[in-house]
Every structure is written in structure tokens, then in C-alpha cells.
């Protein structure tokens, strides 16, 4: 077992996600930091690199290309209920502005009589 290989490893995805979470990003880029799904992105990527160059290393082709099969997966799962969520939003919302327009345009009608 290549406990070393595997340590090391997980010292990089802890190293580069304090990079990611305690860099005051906003002052260093000028500007907000990207949305969630960017963010989630970022995140995944920081424990995905470095077990994949220890796959890599160890030639664990497979495992390698499985794992990123799943989280590909997952990623599209992921951005699939945001555009689903965000359009149901978008549909409470249109609703809501017809109804209220409705309403509206009865008031108008009743004051003319």
C-alpha cells in the first residue's frame, strides 16, 4: 500500500482548498467570486487532481476513468436541477405577473364604469 503516495495526495486537496476558501479572492481578482456551480466546480477539482495523478502514477487506468465518469455524472446532475429549478422559478414568476395583471387591468375596468 502507497500510504505515502495517498498522504501526500490528501495534503494537496487540503492545501489547495485553504488556498480556495481562505484567499481573500475579491481583493486578489477585483471582483466578486464566480457563482456556486463554479465554485462547486473549483471545489470537486481540488480533491479530484491530486487522486488522479496518484492514479495515474499507479496506472490505475480504470479507477481513473471511472471516477471521473461518476463525477462527470454528478456535475451534470447537479447543473440539470439548477436550470430545472431556475426555469420553475421563472414560471412561479411569469405567473405571478399575469395574475397580478389581471388583477390590475379588472381594477381599471371596474373604476371606468
Known amino acids: 500500500m502507497d500510504w505515502l503516495g495517498i ?3 490528501a495534503l494537496m486537496s487540503v492545501l489547495i482548498l485553504l488556498v480556495q476558501h481562505l484567499l481573500p479572492w475579491p481583493r486578489l481578482i477585483g471582483q466578486e ?3 456556486r456551480i463554479a ?3 473549483m471545489g470537486v477539482l ?3 487532481f491530486p487522486l488522479s495523478i496518484l492514479y495515474a502514477v499507479w496506472e ?3 479507477a481513473l ?3 471521473w465518469t461518476v463525477v462527470i ?6 447543473m440539470l436541477a439548477y436550470a430545472v429549478e431556475s ?3 421563472w414560471r412561479i414568476r411569469a405567473t405571478e405577473a399575469e395574475e397580478r395583471e389581471e388583477e390590475i387591468t379588472d381594477e381599471i375596468l371596474e373604476r371606468r364604469r
Request: zero cysteines; charged letters at 5%.
Open 7 to 9: 498522504l501526500i495526495s
Open 33 to 35: 467570486l464566480p457563482p
Open 39 to 41: 465554485a462547486y466546480v
Open 46 to 48: 481540488a480533491l479530484l
Open 60 to 62: 490505475q487506468w480504470v
Open 65 to 67: 476513468l471511472a471516477l
Open 73 to 78: 455524472a454528478g456535475g451534470v446532475a447537479v
Open 87 to 89: 426555469w420553475l422559478e
